[in-house]
């Protein structure tokens, strides 16, 4: 697949050369394998501060435009410190990731998601493939135009998605599976996030935190303000076999259509 107009398209083969060529204007092409982060810890790269968090170092990529990283067949980024991302993106535009699967090699708890995106817009992930966090696949803060197609979120310990200050956030033909702690998917201070087409099978939680949407409700935030959320919708999805305890801690903020609920623990909305 190709990147963005105008960039340059660069075939690569080793975690070496996956962290020397992150940078603008660029498609890396990444050949299949395993491509292990933590073999390349603290690798210089001036788009890349390895922050250790707790067990070891994980990345933070800032100020990068216009890049794409593309897999090819089974394509692998894993990090393996359980407390830390497996990537971070902060303050970047048009950010694309096609074909990839990206993990932690054994999960932990309490940090460590799969991808974080802070102060980002126009990112773009398609046929991705995000498991074994020690939190939660997907985090968004203070992000515009972020969209998930055709992907999977998958046995991380803590929850789905946590979408904070973000706007026009959309996840579209994505399965959420298999995944349990706490509230599973959050929302706070948002425009316009939108659930279309979407599985969620095989979830779980308990009494403490127990929803599957939680909006609104500054859990972690630091008792920092918020606003309002708007214009959240779940549009012809599939709910099944979830272990949850309730499906919002307040319904009358998510718009539900079309969708379509089996074997679940939860009371289905609207009855």
């Known amino acids: 697949m190709g990147g963005f107009t105008g960039v340059f398209a660069i075939k690569i083969s080793s975690v070496a050369e996956l962290i020397e060529q992150i940078g603008s204007n660029k498609t890396l092409e990444l050949e299949p394998g395993l491509y292990n982060l933590t073999k390349v810890a603290e690798a210089y790269n001036p788009h890349i501060e390895w922050v250790n968090n707790h067990d070891g170092y994980e990345p933070i990529i800032s100020n990068v435009n216009n890049l794409s990283i593309v897999g090819a067949g089974n394509t ?9 991302w497996v990537m971070n993106f902060v303050n970047c535009n048009n950010i694309r990731f096609s074909n990839l699967i990206l993990g932690h090699t054994e999960a932990g708890y309490c940090m460590g998601g ?46 789905l998605a946590y979408l904070y200050n973000s706007n026009n956030i959309r996840f579209e033909k994505t399965t959420f599976r298999n995944t349990g702690g706490f509230d599973l998917v959050e929302i706070m201070s948002c425009n316009s ?40 919708q779940v549009e012809k999805c599939m709910f099944m076999n979830n272990k949850v305890q309730k499906f919002a801690n307040d319904e009358s903020k998510i718009s539900l259509k079309g969708n379509k609920f089996k074997n679940n623990t939860f009371s289905t909305p609207g009855k």
Not at 115 to 131: A, D, P
Not at 217 to 222: E, G, H, K, Q, V
């Open 76 to 84: 692998q980024i894993v990090i393996e410190p359980r407390y830390a």
């Open 114 to 159: 799969v991808l974080n995106f802070e102060s980002c817009s126009n990112v773009t992930l398609e046929k991705c493939y995000l498991y074994g966090s020690g939190t939660v696949g997907l985090m968004a803060d203070k992000c515009n135009n972020l969209s998930l197609v055709d992907s999977e979120i998958y046995e991380c310990t803590y929850g």
């Open 193 to 232: 996030v939108t659930f279309k087409s979407c599985r969620f099978t095989d979830n779980f939680n308990g009494e403490f935190l127990p929803h599957f949407f939680t909006i609104d409700a500054n859990l972690w935030n630091n008792n920092g303000s918020v606003t309002s959320s708007s214009a959240i």
